[in-house]
C-alpha cells in the first residue's frame, strides 16, 4: 500500500488528503482519497484503475462529516471490489493512522 499525504488551507480549516492505494479485484488498482476536516472524515473517493486508466469513479462527500452507518456503507462498497485475502477497513485505519505495515 503506497500513502501520500498533502495538506491544504481552506477557509481558515485545515483540510488533511490521504490517497493511498489497495489492489483490486481482476488485475484492478483502487485509488483511495479520503479527505479530512480536524477529526471528520468529510470526503471519500475511489477510483478503480486499470493499467493506469481509470475505468469507474465515486465519490462520497459531506461537509458535515460521515456517521458510523455511512462510513460502513462506503466501506462495505468498497471491500467488494478488492482483491481477496485484502482487508480494505485494515488499509484503512492504517491510512488514518499514517502508517504502512
Not at 475511489?46 to 466501506?75: C, P, Q, W
Request: one cysteine or more; a positive charge; hydrophobic letters at 35%.
Amino acid at each position: 500500500m503506497n500513502i501520500d499525504f498533502s495538506n491544504s488551507m481552506n477557509f481558515n480549516a485545515q483540510i488533511n488528503v490521504k490517497k493511498f492505494y489497495v489492489p483490486g479485484k481482476e488485475n484492478t488498482t483502487l485509488r483511495c482519497i479520503l479527505k479530512q476536516n480536524k477529526n471528520k472524515t468529510i470526503g471519500f473517493q475511489y477510483d478503480v484503475l486499470r493499467k493506469g486508466k481509470v475505468i469507474e469513479s465515486k465519490t462520497y462527500s459531506n461537509k458535515k462529516g460521515f456517521d458510523d452507518n455511512n462510513m460502513a456503507h462506503i466501506i462495505d462498497v468498497i471491500d467488494g471490489k478488492v482483491r481477496e485475502g485484502v482487508n480494505f477497513f485494515l488499509e484503512l485505519l492504517n491510512a488514518l493512522a499514517d502508517r504502512e505495515i
